[in-house]
C-alpha cells in the first residue's frame, strides 16, 4: 500500500465517521431524548463529508448516516416483533435492519442527487431542502406510507415553528430545518477554511425564520371561538397478553367501568375509551353492549369506545378495527372504521409468502380497511377518530375535518412499544394533526401515553405509562378549515416539481 493510498484510505474513514455523527445527532433529535435543538446541525457533519466526493460515495455517506439514524429511533420494533409476533430474535433483528436499511436509502438517494445537482452548479442551499423534503414525501405514500420520525416531527414542542403546518403541514418544518443545516455547513466551512461567510444564505435563512416566528405568535395568541366542551380520557391498562383473552372480558370492561365511574365526568363530557377497549365483537354480545349504553345513559354523556366489527359482503365476513359512539340515550349513534391499517400489526401483506410471520393482533383474522373517512355526530361536536398508527398520517386527519370534524380522537394501544421510545415519538406526530387542521385533539390509550391537545399543539396533560389512569380536559371544537386542510400537500408538491426541475437540468448538463 503506497503513502496516497493510506492518505486516502483515512480520509475515507474520516468521512464515514461524520457521516455516523450525523446519524447519531438526528436520532437523539427525536422523542427519546428529544434533543430538538440537534436537529438544526445533525446534517453539517454529513454535508462535510460529502463535500467534493463522488455521487457514488455520496451515496454510501448518506445511506450510512440514515442506517445509524433510523437504527437509534426504530429500536423499539424488535420489541415488538418479538414479544407479540413472537419472532424469533434472528427473524426480528433481519426484518428490523431491512426496514431501517429502506428507510435509509432516502438520505442516500438525496445526497446522490445533491452531488449531480452541484455538478450541474445547482447550489446545495437550493438542491438540499428541496430534495429532503420530497423524499420525506415520497416516503410518506410508498409502500402503503411510513412517515414515522419526518424531519419535522422532532419540533413538536417548539410551538410558535410549528404553526407554519396549518399552510405546509410537517413539510413547511423540515425544509426550514434542512436549510439551516446548509447554512451551518457552510459557516463552518467559512471558518474552518477562511472562506467568504454565506452572507446570503445565512440572511435568507433568517428572514424566512423571522417570517415563521412571527406568524407562529400571531397564531398562538389568536384566541379560538369554539365553546368550551369536557373530555374525559380513560386510560385501562390492559396488559397485552390478556387483552385478547375471553377468560378476561368481563374483568377488562369492569376496569373501563370503574375507572370511568371514578372520572365523575359532569353530564355532556365526552368520555373516550382506547382501541379495542372492548376486546370483543360489540355487535354480538348483548350483555357487554347493555353495560355500555347503561353507563353512557347514567353518566349522561356519550361515549367513544374501541372494538372489532364485521360486515357481512356476499357470505363471507369482513372484520374492522372500529370506533362506536354511544348516544347519552344509550343508542349507538355511529360507526368509524380504520381506514389506514398496520401492516403485519393487522394483516399480513404477502401472507403466502411470508409463512413465518404472525399478525400481531391475535383471536380476529386479517382486518380490512374502512371505505370513507366516517364523522360521529356527538353533542360535544363532530368527531373524526383515528385509530392507532392513523394519527401519523395527515390524510387521514384531513379527510375527516373535510367531512366536517369539529374534535379529532385518537384511540390507540401503545401497550405493543413496552416503555421504549415509541409512545413518544407517536404523540410527537399527533401534535402537528391538530394544528394542521386548527381542531382539538384528544388521545385515549391504553396504556398511555393519553393527552389532550389543543388546536395550536399545547399538551394539556398527560398520563404516565403503564398506569391506570383518567385525563379530564377542555376542549374548544374547531370552527373551520384551514389552508392545509383544503389544499393538502400542496407544499411538498412544489418541492417535489423543483427537484424534478434540478433533475431534468442535471441530466440535461450531463448530456452537453
Known sequence: MTARTAIAGEATAGRYLLALLSGVLLALSFPLPGVSALAWV???????????????????????????????????LNVVMMNYGKLHWTVSVTLYLVLVGYLALYPGAVLWLVRRCEASRIPLLCSFPLLWVTGEAIRSYVLTGFPWASLGYSQYRTLPLIQISDLTGV??????????????????????????YPVRALLLLVLLMAATMVYGVAALTRSDKGEVRRVLLVQGNIPQDRKWDPAFQDATLKTYERLTREGNP???TLVVWPESALPFFLQQEPAF??????????????LVVGSPAYELREGRARYLNSAFLISEQGGIAGRSDKLHLVPFGEYVPLAPLLPFVNKLVTGIGDFSPGK???????????LGVLVCFEGIFPEVANAYVEKGAQVLVNITNDAWFGRSSAPYQHLSMTVFRAVENRVPLVRAANTGISSVIDSKGH????????QEATLSGEVRPGTGRTFYNRFGDLFALICLAGSIGM??????????
Open 42 to 76: 445533525a446534517f453539517a457533519p454529513l454535508l462535510l463529508a460529502a463535500d467534493r466526493v463522488s455521487p457514488r460515495l455520496a451515496f454510501r455517506l448518506g445511506f450510512t448516516a440514515g442506517c445509524v439514524a433510523y437504527a437509534g429511533i426504530l429500536y423499539w
Open 171 to 196: 413539510y413547511g418544518v423540515s425544509f426550514l430545518i434542512a436549510l439551516a443545516n446548509v447554512v451551518v455547513y457552510r459557516i463552518w466551512v467559512s471558518m474552518r477554511y477562511r472562506k467568504p
Open 266 to 268: 359532569e353530564p355532556g
Open 289 to 302: 353492549a347493555a353495560r355500555v349504553s347503561a353507563l353512557a345513559v347514567e353518566l349522561k354523556s356519550p
Open 372 to 382: 370513507q373517512a366516517v364523522v360521529l355526530p356527538s353533542s360535544v361536536g363532530k
Open 459 to 466: 399538551i394539556r396533560g398527560m398520563t404516565q405509562l403503564f
Open 503 to 512: 433533475g431534468i437540468a442535471c441530466y440535461r448538463g450531463r448530456r452537453y
